[in-house]
């Protein structure tokens, strides 16, 4: 029987572990998993194959308390690359991501915006190819 994987990744306020081989892994297996999930009050989902803790961790914090918890599995920490896009800060645009300004308008202020966000549009122009 494989041991169980365990897929942490973090997002902005909290985190997941999936379980990819779930189906492979034996009842006790399972159990021990359980058990560990409902001994610190989270939530196991059968369905999506994860599990939630209520408090919030870093992976080397998750990591020791696996270790501490006597689990044998394997860990894996996916980081999640969140895109932050830039959104106008002024204009009949405010709020707007770059990416979704008319041609014109982004031209237009080419020749015209001298503020602080001159390299976002100067970027913007430069995806596409203005």
Do not use: C
Request: zero cysteines; aromatic letters at 16%.
């Amino acid at each position: 029987m494989p041991k169980p994987h365990f897929v942490f990744t973090k997002f902005q306020n909290s985190f997941r572990v999936h379980i990819p081989n779930l189906e492979k892994l034996s009842i006790p297996d399972i159990q021990a998993i359980e058990a560990f999930v409902t001994k610190r009050k989270g939530y196991f989902d059968f369905t999506s194959y994860s599990f939630v803790l209520q408090k919030r961790l870093e992976y080397e914090e998750f990591q020791k308390l696996v270790e501490q918890s006597g689990l044998d599995v394997s860990l894996e920490n996916k980081s999640l690359e969140l895109e932050i896009k830039p959104r106008v800060g002024f204009g009949q645009y405010k709020g707007v991501y770059y990416d979704e300004l008319p041609d014109s308008y982004l031209l237009w202020l080419k020749n015209n915006y001298m503020g602080r966000e001159k390299a976002f549009i100067e970027e913007e122009i430069k995806n596409r190819n203005l």
